[in-house]
């Protein structure tokens, strides 16, 4: 069965620090894999994805996932974080049951 | 292109009544999914509708719930006796075919009272 796993569920930074948000996957075939970003109050918004190519994605406002087979894995990182990338941050995998299962999320707070 | 619209925005409902949640896919979609949040939890997938066809149900309680996607007019999830535990954030998404990024609402946010 497909799932996921994200092992940070809650992260406290400063501005400009750096962010790496973990996410792990089970499933054995293969499998798109996205990363939404839901800000306070409001809808999912597609983060990335990866479809197949470089493994290394690059996403809206700065975001980078890396995706690695042998880990599955499909890390979120961004070098110097902002106030505004408060929100919750959500790791889904898509495989051949063609539905995004998300990972329980991680809440990320930036302080100025 | 509007985006994936949901309404309404916010439903109370007494103990024992029906909540009705309606999706308008984004134009030219013809997939939409059906999500329930609950504080503090994740995302969790309920249903999976192509038009007129439920593709996968899986996530939807075996009682009470129920979803339709007609051919003509929006998706419905419909919550038959809602109790207290009902209350969560319903969140609708649609894509324009399989195996692709979903677009997703505003959600409805559903208090049972």
């Known amino acids: 069965a497909q799932s996921v796993s994200q092992h940070n569920h809650h992260v406290i930074l400063s501005e400009a620090a750096s962010l790496e948000l973990g996410c792990n996957y089970s499933?054995?075939?293969?499998?798109?894999l996205f990363w939404y970003v839901q800000y306070p109050g409001q809808h999912l918004q597609l983060l990335l994805k990866?479809?197949?190519?470089?493994?290394l994605v690059k996403g809206i406002k700065g975001f980078e996932a890396e995706f690695i087979k042998s880990k599955f894995s499909f890390n979120l990182r961004k070098p110097s974080v902002q106030w505004s990338d408060t929100a919750e941050y959500f790791c889904?995998?898509?495989?051949?049951?063609?539905?995004?299962?998300f990972g329980t999320g991680t809440r990320l707070q930036v302080f100025p | 292109n509007a985006g994936v619209m949901q309404n309404p925005r916010h439903l109370v409902r007494r103990r024992g009544q029906e909540a009705r949640l309606r999706c308008s896919p984004m134009?030219?979609?013809?997939?939409v999914y059906w999500y329930r949040q609950l504080p503090e939890e994740g995302l969790k997938f309920m249903v999976y509708?192509?038009?007129?066809?439920?593709?996968?149900e899986s996530g939807m309680p075996k009682e009470r719930f129920s979803a339709e996607f007609p051919k003509e007019g929006p998706s419905i999830l419909r919550i038959q006796q809602v109790v207290r535990g009902d209350s969560a954030a319903y969140f609708c998404?649609?894509?324009?075919?399989?195996?692709?990024?979903?677009?997703f609402g505003q959600g409805t946010r559903l208090t049972v009272v």
């Open positions: 998404a649609s894509s324009p075919k399989r195996n692709t990024e979903a677009f």
């Open positions: 499933y054995g075939g293969t499998v798109n």
């Open positions: 990866y479809f197949s190519g470089d493994p």
């Open positions: 889904a995998p898509l495989g051949a049951t063609d539905k995004l299962i």
């Open positions: 134009k030219g979609h013809s997939h």
């Open positions: 509708l192509q038009k007129e066809n439920i593709i996968d």
